[in-house]
């Protein structure tokens, strides 16, 4: 089963834009990542937030988590091309061990 | 440094029949996890083992098996495959036990079962 659920599903802007995905999970996490894939290849970590942060930065990223709420957000800033991928919330839980689940993904497309 | 390695690129396998993919980690990496990916989803948790034992188990049945080598190499082996089972299957590796942090995924294998 899926922990996390992103959404919108799709979002397609302009370069320069500003892009934000969101994602909700189910159960008490650690940490929460966000990752990104290009056309069905391997994923990329991008950023990880621990459940006692409520926000962080890195570059042109911005992640803000809201554990009462059970629910993440990602804001990509001034949108570029290559930004266009899918992009995926992880967070652990426990299913038979330790598991990391991942959402269905947010899929970006940033047109010049 | 190499980054995590997975063979074959590709694979097409007949239903019945069984696979077996193969991942080498991040030179250091203890720790290789094991997902599946079907077309238009999230990946799926298979797998995590660190240092050889098994540390996690997903939601999948038990024609899925892996193991890891004293190398820290791994393979997953899947068992009467379905067409359900065609999918990308990706590996990931990771300097730590704990699956809660960064891990450093490689390209995947891309399995069709017909």
């Known amino acids: 089963s899926q922990q996390g659920e992103e959404d919108p599903q799709a979002l397609s802007i302009q370069e320069g834009e500003n892009a934000t995905m969101n994602c909700s999970y189910k159960?008490?996490?650690?940490?929460l990542q966000w990752y990104r894939q290009n056309s069905g290849r391997g994923l990329v970590h991008l950023i990880l937030?621990?459940?006692?942060?409520r926000e962080k930065h890195s570059g042109r990223l911005r992640v803000t988590l809201d554990t009462s709420k059970k629910s993440s957000s990602l804001l990509i800033t001034a949108s570029r091309a290559a930004d266009t991928a899918s992009y995926f919330c992880?967070?652990?839980?426990?299913?038979?061990?330790?598991?990391?689940?991942f959402g269905k993904g947010t899929t970006l497309s940033v047109s010049s | 440094d190499a980054g995590v390695t997975q063979s074959p690129t590709h694979l097409i396998k007949t239903r019945g029949q069984q696979v077996t993919l193969r991942c080498s980690p991040i030179?250091?990496?203890?720790?290789v996890s094991w997902y599946q990916q079907v077309l238009g989803q999230g990946p799926q948790f298979i797998f995590q083992?660190?240092?050889?034992?098994?540390?996690g188990r997903g939601n999948f049945p038990d024609r899925f098996s892996a193991r890891q080598f004293p190398n820290y190499s791994s393979e997953l082996n899947v068992n009467a495959l379905l067409l359900g089972d065609s999918a990308l299957y990706l590996c990931?590796?990771?300097?730590?036990?704990?699956?809660?942090?960064?891990?450093?995924f490689g390209p995947g294998t891309r399995l069709t079962v017909t």
């Open positions: 990931a590796s990771s300097p730590l036990a704990a699956i809660s942090y960064e891990q450093y």
């Open positions: 159960t008490s996490i650690n940490n």
């Open positions: 937030i621990r459940s006692n942060e």
């Open positions: 992880a967070t652990d839980a426990y299913q038979a061990g330790t598991a990391l689940i």
């Open positions: 030179s250091g990496h203890k720790s």
């Open positions: 083992y660190y240092e050889k034992e098994e540390r």
